[in-house]
């Protein structure tokens, strides 16, 4: 098994995790009163995420790999796990909005408006380019810009009028 299938390997085992935390998480927010906010654009997302990992399986599984990009993105997995902590059941992968809740302003939310956008981001490029796959890189990096160009627009007016969608 080379390094790579097995980075990619842990990617897939991560992101399969959270799935089953986001959907556990928005089922008992759905269950004190939360609403969900841009259900239509979620299969977009999930596609996109889907089809990355699978280009990466494809095209990486067997490539070398370039350790600067491959450190930067363990290093953001601590980032990624601050934002899970700080907001702990109200995280999920959808808009869910719990009214009357207060927005979280604390933890990278004191700095940044969506620093898991940030990660996510980063994790989109960096991922493909420590496995030499820079076109990837950029094909997915153009896609996610434009999924959570959609995300935010959806995102905003809830976050405006209610707690911080998790």
Same mark, same amino acid.
Not at 31 to 50: C, D, I, S, T
Not at 66 to 87: E, H, K, N, S, Y
Not at 136 to 145: C, E, P, R
């Given at each position: 098994?080379?390094?790579?299938? !097995? =980075?990619?390997?842990?990617? %897939?085992?991560?992101?399969?995790?959270?799935?089953?935390?986001?959907?556990?998480?928005t089922?008992?927010?759905?269950?004190?009163?939360?609403?969900?906010?841009?259900?239509?654009?979620?299969?977009?997302?999930?596609?996109?995420?889907?089809?990355?990992?699978?280009?990466?399986?494809?095209?990486?599984?067997?490539?070398?790999?370039?350790?600067?990009?491959? !450190?930067?993105?363990?290093?953001?997995?601590?980032?990624?796990?601050?934002?899970?902590? %700080?907001?702990?059941?109200?995280?999920? %992968?959808?808009? !869910?909005v719990?009214?009357?809740?207060?927005?979280?302003?604390?933890?990278?939310?004191?700095?940044?408006?969506?620093?898991?956008?940030?990660?996510?981001?980063?994790? =989109?490029?960096?991922?493909?380019?420590?496995l030499?796959? #820079?076109?990837?890189?950029? =094909?997915?990096?153009a896609?996610?810009?434009?999924?959570?160009? !959609?995300?935010?627009?959806?995102?905003?007016?809830?976050?405006? %009028?209610?707690?911080? #969608?998790?």
């Amino acid at each position: 098994m080379s390094a790579a299938s !097995i =980075i990619l390997a842990l990617v %897939t085992m991560q992101r399969l995790g959270e799935l089953v935390l986001a959907r556990r998480n928005t089922q008992r927010l759905l269950a004190r009163g939360a609403v969900e906010v841009g259900a239509g654009h979620y299969p977009l997302l999930v596609a996109m995420h889907a089809a990355w990992l699978i280009a990466l399986w494809i095209n990486g599984y067997d490539q070398p790999v370039d350790l600067i990009p491959l !450190i930067v993105f363990i290093g953001l997995q601590g980032l990624r796990c601050w934002v899970l902590a %700080t907001l702990g059941p109200r995280w999920t %992968t959808r808009i !869910i909005v719990l009214p009357g809740a207060p927005l979280v302003t604390h933890g990278p939310y004191r700095y940044i408006a969506h620093p898991n956008y940030v990660v996510v981001a980063a994790e =989109i490029a960096l991922l493909p380019l420590a496995l030499h796959l #820079p076109l990837l890189a950029l =094909i997915f990096s153009a896609l996610n810009a434009v999924v959570l160009a !959609i995300r935010i627009r959806a995102e905003q007016p809830a976050l405006a %009028t209610s707690g911080r #969608p998790a």
